[in-house]
């Protein structure tokens, strides 16, 4: 419940709430209509609901051609009953228990939806909304930045309110939503500076997507390269390749596989093994940490000449603007001082033509910071092309690892196993054995043996499901440098 009602017991909309809230909001004619028993509520476009200890939406459907709704400080848990209210403009839902978004199909009108302060994790459903330009869904339970793209779709939102949720305190999270959404004009109550929406403009017109992709790439702080320690081999992309790990998934589960340890020469076999397909894990375990390493410092370089980018240019403005302020209260003074005829209007001509240069050069040095940024997220995109394409190119086959000498290693070994069981086999069918101390094999041993289309079934079953996690390891490596 909200926390501003403790011991109040919450309610549902009804006839007579609704009749109340039109008394104390219309006039006091409207009032006298509106007590009359069959008033026609057709003629309501307002209506305040607001710390009504309300629980649930219902009774509003007669509200027909309501333009402005507010239900907000309540306890209401679920957008519902507001289908028929398709003339809504403004609907204020904030401060209320509210956990999706659902229930604004029909209000193709709405221009002001307010969200603030509910419990909402994701935002959805709301491609109905084409004329919404004010959003304000901060102080919720979003915590995936990348989410805020879905507003994408809304073209006309020109104000929104996020702030209070978790992923605000990303790393550059105001310069990810304005990438994603140009249109803003404001965000969390402050103006979006227009030399940032006509840098990204200039993105999207001169180069495509691919530079406003990087970009955001740069707004989340590079995403999982700001990793480190246990981590690092995540973000490497070589997670399970360190040490035995990658040889112990191949047979954790493969009970049959086990059972064979106790044929003669299986165990020399299965301990030789693992030490080559561990060593093979260990090189590309070791070479994927380099190849993170320079993902990183690439990373680092982009932040620094960024840094250096923009401190340059804050320090030349500060320096124009200072110089400017000098000189206008100098001539500020000189025209207090001459009061009036041919200096002082000489001295107004100055200043005007002053503030076109300082306009002049503060233009210039837009377009200058404009261009130093564009060059360096192409440099920034090339870099990081080479370095993924190279890393994509060793994982598959220059560097011989699994489509190669894993894959290899690993039919090898199935064909020594085939033999040595197969070999086993026509010794124990020889010697038609029967008690296990004669022959010093285990019963389940001499059970499995004791078939040789189940054994030779079972042993390519296990290769193929080997076979399977080597080839899966290596896709989850290329998906995520894709990914990345």
Not at 44 to 72: A, G, H, R
Not at 415 to 422: A, F, M, Q, S
């Amino acid at each position: 419940m909200s926390q501003f009602f403790s011991n109040v017991e919450p309610t549902i909309i009804d006839d007579e709430m609704v009749q109340k809230a039109i008394e104390e909001k219309c006039p006091e004619d409207l009032g006298d209509l509106a007590r009359r028993e069959n008033i026609n509520l057709k003629v309501v476009t307002e209506l305040q609901l607001s710390f009504k200890s309300i629980l649930q939406i219902d009774n509003l459907w007669p509200l027909e051609n309501l333009t402005k709704l507010q239900l907000d400080n309540n306890f209401i848990e679920k957008i519902e009953g507001l289908k028929s209210l398709v003339h809504l403009v403004w609907l204020d839902l904030s401060f209320n228990n509210i956990e999706v978004i659902e229930g604004l199909d029909t209000l193709i009108k709405l221009q002001d939806l307010s969200l603030y302060s509910n419990r909402i994790s994701k935002i959805e459903h709301m491609d109905t909304l084409q004329e919404l330009q004010i959003f304000s869904i901060g102080k919720n339970n979003l915590t995936i930045l990348e989410d805020v793209v879905y507003l994408r779709r809304l073209k006309n939102l020109q104000t929104l309110n996020l702030s209070g949720n978790p992923f605000c305190s990303t790393e550059h999270y105001r310069l990810f939503v304005v990438a994603h959404l140009p249109s803003l004009v404001y965000l969390d109550f402050k103006l979006v500076r227009h030399s940032t929406v006509r840098f990204l403009h200039s993105l999207i017109g001169k180069s495509g997507n691919s530079i406003l992709q990087s970009l955001c790439f740069v707004a989340l702080g590079a995403g999982s390269l700001q990793k480190s320690g246990s981590q690092k081999h995540t973000t490497a992309f070589v997670e399970y390749l360190n040490g035995s790990l990658l040889f112990d998934s191949l047979y954790a589960e493969d009970r049959e596989a086990a059972k064979l340890a106790s044929v003669p020469g299986v165990k020399d076999l299965l301990e030789e093994y693992p030490s080559w397909f561990v060593l093979l894990s260990e090189n590309l375990y070791n070479y994927g940490l380099e190849e993170y390493e320079k993902r990183e410092a690439e990373v680092s370089k982009f932040y620094k000449r960024l840094h250096e980018i923009l401190t340059v240019n804050q320090q030349e403005s500060k320096r124009i603007i200072s110089d400017f302020e000098s000189r206008n209260q100098r001539r500020l003074d000189e025209l207090y001082q001459a009061g009036s005829g041919d200096i002082a209007e000489w001295k107004r001509a100055q200043g005007k033509e002053d503030i076109q240069q300082l306009w002049d050069a503060l233009m210039t040095l837009e377009a200058l910071v404009s261009n130093d940024m564009e060059e360096l997220l192409q440099g920034f995109k090339r870099s990081i092309d080479v370095i993924a394409s190279t890393f994509i190119e060793t994982v598959q086959g220059i560097y011989p690892f699994h489509s190669v000498q894993c894959r290899t290693l690993e039919n090898e070994h199935h064909e020594k196993l085939v033999e040595i069981v197969i070999s086993t086999m026509k010794e124990l069918e020889e010697k038609e054995f029967e008690e296990e101390s004669e022959d010093g094999f285990p019963d389940e041993v001499r059970k499995l043996l004791s078939d040789k289309t189940t054994i030779v079934s079972t042993m390519d079953e296990s290769h193929c499901t080997s076979l399977r996690r080597i080839d899966k390891r290596e896709s989850d490596m290329l998906c995520n440098i894709y990914q990345w």
